[in-house]
Nanobody, 120 residues
Framework: QVHLVESGGGLVQAGGSLTLSCTAP????????MGWHRQVPGKQRDLVAT????????KYGDSVKGRFTVSRVKANNTVFLQMNSLRPDDTAVYYC?????????????WGKGTLVTVSS
């Protein structure tokens, strides 16, 4: 089973910036869409941003448009999330996501999550 490896979470003041990164290790992997979701305890997991394998198509949650930017390096199956103008309501556990080709099908794969805390 493939495990996504996330890094970059932490504590930041409102208005600050953070960059998250996530890698699907393994040079034989084929990934499709990659991206990020986030979850606050007691609430559903929400879309933050996704990016297609061609990098031409990106999708953002309404609350992060204009502040967050998703990008990827296809060669090493790494996806980034640049977060600017952070607000306290961005506080959540951020989960990396990837569609990985495995045994004839695309399999939804998640990381363990990295905590982002934005102080006011």
């Amino acid at each position: 089973q493939v495990h996504l490896v996330e890094s970059g979470g932490g504590l930041v003041q409102a208005g600050g910036s953070l960059t998250l990164s996530c890698t699907a290790p393994g040079n034989r992997l084929t990934t499709n869409t990659m991206g990020w979701h986030r979850q606050v305890p007691g609430k559903q997991r929400d879309l933050v941003a996704t990016i297609s394998s061609s990098t031409r198509i990106t999708k953002y949650g309404d609350s992060v448009k204009g502040r967050f930017t998703v990008s990827r390096v296809k060669a090493n199956n790494t996806v980034f999330l640049q977060m600017n103008s952070l607000r306290p309501d961005d506080t959540a556990v951020y989960y990396c996501y990837a569609e990985i080709w495995n045994m004839g099908a695309w399999v939804d794969t998640w990381g363990k999550g990295t905590l982002v805390t934005v102080s006011s």
